[in-house]
């Protein structure tokens, strides 16, 4: 059975940066406070005429020409996101037209943060198969639109920012590279620790000017429950990808995590018995982009050379579900 390799990446993110004074001038928030709570200093938001879709199409299209291949040259479409254009049809087929292409397929993968490793495993699991070859796996997110930009919303809404990151997959016969593992966790009893309650078809009517008043459509979170469980799990995760593999925190070149908040990060750096510079942040400057956050700073990792062939990169993600995944890959 071949092993899935990642030919390329990718990634986008609007024009429109957004600073943490920016923010400090819509709500009762400053630099200080979001820095020493999260690290994040900037993020990007869209502007009129983006969206999911034509950030992904970026991401991609620069993944594809990194690859050599052309749009039509794929095989199927793994779109990740937790902020869909539209209530229904998923992103996939809105990306898949975005690109000129029709008749293969496109899934979309509904898993928050951990929305990109649910997303590979099932790529991987297609390519290591032999249903698709070249598979085109998306991490897209638009949150600035949903965000409460109020003081009401200030503990989400300075954290999370919009962009795409893209990778193009494919199978490799050699036996010593590609995506040696992907565990996947998931938790349903802490769904609300960290959602969006409506418009949803739980509710009778699905949407109402009471649920929009309530806010209702507003990411809602328990932020220090997601942190403590975000902060343990991980670096379980991390351990679980290296045992599985009989690998050790000595071997890894690079941890990429989910980019959520410094100080989890850090944490996960020390729990899973990494140095700092085995791992890589950019939370800074994007905020948490959720389903792109780790194709974007792999993406940014590639390019700044922390990556080599033969390296060992582990993968680690945690968020709303609650849901959690890693995966190990030999470069
Ligand atoms: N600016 C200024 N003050 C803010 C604020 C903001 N943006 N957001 C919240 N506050 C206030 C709170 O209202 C609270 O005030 P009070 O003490 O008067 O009630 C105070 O700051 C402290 O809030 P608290 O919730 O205790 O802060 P915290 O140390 O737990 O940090 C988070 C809050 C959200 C940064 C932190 O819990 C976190 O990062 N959680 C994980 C979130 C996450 O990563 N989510 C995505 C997972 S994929």
Redesign the pocket.
């Known amino acids: 059975m071949p092993r899935t390799e990642f030919i390329a990446t990718g990634f986008h993110v609007p024009a429109r940066l957004v600073t943490n004074d920016d923010?400090a001038r819509l709500?009762?928030?400053?630099d200080e406070?979001?820095t020493q709570?999260?690290g994040i200093k900037t993020r990007y938001w869209v502007s009129d005429g983006e969206t999911g879709a034509t950030l992904a199409r970026e991401a991609a299209c620069k993944a594809l020409t990194k690859a050599g291949l052309e749009p039509g040259d794929l095989d199927c479409i793994v779109y990740c996101t937790c902020t869909p254009d539209h209530f229904e049809p998923g992103n996939g087929v809105f990306l898949q037209r975005e690109l000129g292409i029709s008749d293969i397929p496109a899934i979309d993968v509904r898993n928050?943060?951990s929305g990109f490793l649910y997303g590979l495993s099932v790529a991987d699991a297609w390519i290591r198969t032999g249903a698709y070859r070249r598979i085109l796996l998306v991490g897209a997110e638009v949150h600035s639109r949903g965000l409460d930009k109020t003081?009401r919303g200030?503990?989400?809404?300075?954290?999370?920012g919009d962009g795409a990151g893209a990778v193009v997959l494919g199978p490799t016969d050699d036996p010593r590279r590609g995506v040696l593992s992907v565990h996947l966790f998931a938790d349903g009893r802490h769904a609300e620790k960290?959602w969006v309650d409506g418009p949803g078809l739980a509710h009778d009517p699905y949407v109402s000017e009471e649920m929009l008043q309530q806010g209702k459509h507003r990411a809602v979170?328990d932020?220090?429950e997601?942190?403590k469980f975000?902060s343990v799990l991980m670096p379980k995760s991390v351990d679980l990808a290296l045992q599985a593999n009989g690998l050790t925190p000595g071997d890894v070149t690079l941890l990429v995590p989910?980019q959520?908040?410094l100080?989890?990060i850090e944490m996960v750096q020390k729990l899973a018995g990494l140095r700092p510079d085995q791992v890589y942040a950019n939370i800074d400057r994007y905020g948490?982009t959720?389903a792109a956050s780790i194709p974007i700073a792999l993406d940014e990792a590639l390019a700044a050379g922390r990556l080599r062939r033969g390296d060992l990169l582990i993968l680690t993600?945690?968020?709303?579900g609650f849901t959690w995944a890693s995966a190990a890959i030999r470069w």
């Not at 200030?154 to 999370?160: C, K, P, S, Y």
């Not at 993600?317 to 709303?320: E, H, P, R, V, Y």
Request: charged share 15%.
């Open positions: 923010l709500m009762d928030t400053s406070w979001i709570r999260s928050q943060c003081t200030r503990d989400t809404a300075v954290l999370f960290l979170m932020g220090r997601v942190f975000a989910h959520a908040n100080r989890i948490n959720t993600a945690f968020g709303s």
